[in-house]
């Protein structure tokens, strides 16, 4: 699986991605989470002039 991860964080960083996170839901309630295992957290920065305005 840290294989697969890194994988993924790196194309998703190629693709700009300033953060990227894994999580087990798997203790999470299935209407939360559809089912799904696992989790997949994107940060994307915005540039000063949009988050400060």
């Not at 697969?4 to 894994?22: C, D, H, M, P, Y």
């Amino acid at each position: 699986m840290a294989s697969s991860n890194s994988e993924i964080e790196q194309r998703l960083r190629t693709k700009g991605a300033s953060l990227v996170g894994f999580a087990d839901v798997s203790g999470l309630p299935v209407s939360t989470t559809g089912g799904l295992p696992r989790a997949v957290s994107v940060a994307v920065r915005l540039a000063s002039t949009i988050a400060c305005g």
